[in-house]
């Protein structure tokens, strides 16, 4: 099944992915979506088995039975979407803090460019955020600049969660050595998919903060980031990972 995919991890999100999907939906391009729910007190899921009801043929959903983490839910995603076939596999919050409509922009320089990843990028561009206090928009591009001195990857938005990976991607990185479950899982996979001298495009994006529900950001998952990053990158001193 050559197609796209769009992996999105849910954890109380009844407010937003009813709207998500459908937006999703009325896309020009036709995409695929994997719910992957936490089993939500919200029930969130429940309101996505009503949908797929109506998207019998573009819209799944699994359910784990417990939280465990954005990085897992993802990593969840995209071996389900490997085995079914998927040429192109994303991954996008449930919040509405990413554009549906940047799927097709992000879509298009893996598909018809020769890219393997593209990632909806916050900061290439300058500070494209919306609704943030400037505390966070600090924190946020502090943040991605200081992994950026660490790993020397050449991306500015280091911590982005909008990313459009073609398969090969996904099939090289051994995703059951992934060791970073919350925020710093997204600095994980670039620095993995960069190490292997992937063909990454930054793809300028526009963040609009949630208006529904509640962030899952936490200083657990803040710490994550910043201190995992360092061993992550003298780890990498010990392996060859020429393609």
């Known amino acids: 099944m050559a197609g796209a995919l769009v992996v999105i991890p849910t954890y109380n999100e009844i407010e937003n992915i009813e709207k998500l999907l459908r937006i999703v939906f ?21 309101k996505v088995k009503e949908l797929k009801e109506e ?3 573009s819209l799944f959903l699994e359910v784990r039975k417990e939280k465990s983490g954005l990085g897992t839910a993802y990593i969840h995603g995209f071996k389900w979407a490997l085995d079914r076939g998927y040429d192109y ?16 922009r ?35 591009w502090g943040a991605s600049k200081y992994v950026r ?17 073609h398969r090969r991607v996904l099939e090289k990185i051994n995703l059951d050595k992934i060791h970073f479950v919350g925020y710093a899982f997204q600095i994980e996979m670039k620095f993995k998919a960069t190490l292997h001298k992937f063909k990454i495009i ?4 526009v963040f609009t903060d949630r208006t529904q529900g509640e ?3 936490s200083s657990g998952i803040i710490s994550e980031g910043i201190f995992g990053v360092i061993t992550m990158k003298f780890k990498s001193f010990f392996k060859n990972y020429n393609r």
């Open 26 to 46: 009325a896309l020009r391009r036709k995409f695929h979506v994997l719910v992957v729910d936490d089993n939500s007190p919200d029930l969130t899921a429940l």
């Open 106 to 140: 992000l879509l298009e320089p893996v598909e018809e460019e020769g890219y393997d990843m593209a990632i909806g990028s916050r900061y290439k561009t300058g500070v494209n955020v919306v609704n943030w206090p400037m505390s966070r928009v600090l924190l946020s």
């Open 202 to 205: 930054e793809v300028p994006v």
């Open 89 to 104: 596999i994303f991954e996008m919050d449930a919040d509405l803090s990413h554009n549906p409509k940047d799927l097709v």
């Open 149 to 165: 001195f660490i790993t020397r990857m050449k991306i500015n938005d280091t911590t982005a969660g909008f990313i459009c990976y």
């Open 55 to 57: 998207f019998t043929e």
């Open 215 to 217: 962030s899952k950001m």
